[in-house]
Structure formats: structure tokens, C-alpha cells
């Protein structure tokens, strides 16, 4: 899935007409985004009758409101699937872009905070958790409104039910976004 989520990009990005170019974000400009990657556990713990997932696979969407061409806004659903679990994490939370480079890649960091809940699909009771996501990432526009991206993420936070525990994972995705 990741590999040819990857190709995808590739190729789209060779196939391009358009140069790529860097753009400027606008006050009240606003960006969608779509996103597959993997998120790995790197605190596991064993609740009930199984661990937690060592890594689900990530599939959600983001959206973004600039306020100014640096700052925005954002919200995100990113639901990870494992083998007998689904995880499904809720966050909000604010970006900061680079603007003014002279090249189609705009670096950016993120911080967000995020509302969790892991549905087993077995015996295991549900889990539910809170933390702080902190990414770092570049997008890189094809066009003045298509982008492709790419974001590492770390996030940690406490594990409240079944167990009080710490929880921390890192996540790497791979994104196409929209701004309109």
C-alpha cells in the first residue's frame, strides 16, 4: 500500500505539465489533505489477552484555515488499522509554514493535541488515550494549488483506560493536499 501509494506520487510529480513552483498562502486560504503512512508504537503494552499494535496502518484527511501565510489552523482524522484493532485519533492543533524560500518546497511544523480511541476487535476492553503530536514536514507543490508531502510525527501522551500508562508512537505519511 505504502509502495505504491509512493509510485503514485512519483509519477504524478514526473507527469506534471506545470513546473513545480512555490506558492503563498493567502489569509483565509484553506488546504485539504489526504494521508497514508504508518504510525509505529514504540511503548507497547500488554492489556488483557494482547498488545497493543507494534504499528497500524494510517489512512485519514486533515484540513487547514491559513490566518496568515504562516500560520494555520488544523484538524485532522487519522484512523490506523491493525490486525484486530482500529485506532481512531481526533486532533486539532496549529501549523507554522516557511514562506519566502525560492524553491517548490515549503517546510513546515505542526503541534496538535490528540483525543484517541483504540477499538479491539476481541476481548480486549477499549483503550482510550490523550497526547501532544509534534510533526515536521515539507510539501512540495506541483501547481500553485496541488501538493504532494511528506511528515514525521511523534506523538506521546497517557494511555486512561484499560490501564494508566504512557503511550508514544511515531508516524511517517506520505500526503496530496489541495489549497482553495
Avoid: K, W
Avoid at 47 to 63: C, D, K, N, Q
Amino acid at each position: 500500500m505504502i509502495r505504491a501509494l509512493i509510485g503514485l506520487v512519483v509519477i504524478a510529480a514526473a507527469l506534471s505539465a506545470a513546473p513545480a513552483q512555490a506558492y503563498r498562502l493567502e489569509s483565509g486560504d484553506q488546504m485539504v489533505r489526504v494521508n497514508a503512512g504508518g504510525s509505529f508504537n514504540f511503548v507497547r503494552h500488554r492489556l488483557v489477552s494482547r498488545e497493543t499494535p507494534a504499528a497500524v496502518l494510517s489512512i485519514g484527511a486533515a484540513y487547514g484555515f491559513a490566518f496568515t501565510d504562516s500560520f494555520s489552523v488544523i484538524g485532522a482524522l487519522r484512523p490506523g488499522f491493525a490486525d484486530g484493532y482500529v485506532d481512531l485519533p481526533l486532533s486539532a492543533g496549529v501549523r507554522y509554514r516557511f514562506p519566502g524560500l525560492d524553491a517548490p518546497l515549503i517546510p513546515y511544523g505542526s503541534v496538535e493535541g490528540v483525543f484517541a480511541l483504540g477499538v479491539p476487535l476481541g476481548p480486549p476492553p477499549l483503550h482510550l488515550n490523550a497526547g501532544v503530536r509534534a510533526a515536521l514536514g515539507v510539501d512540495y507543490f506541483i501547481t500553485g494549488n496541488f501538493g504532494v508531502g511528506l511528515e514525521f510525527a511523534m506523538e506521546t501522551g497517557p494511555l486512561f483506560a484499560p490501564a494508566f500508562e504512557l503511550e508514544s508512537s511515531a508516524e511517517l505519511l506520505l500526503a496530496c493536499g489541495y489549497r482553495f
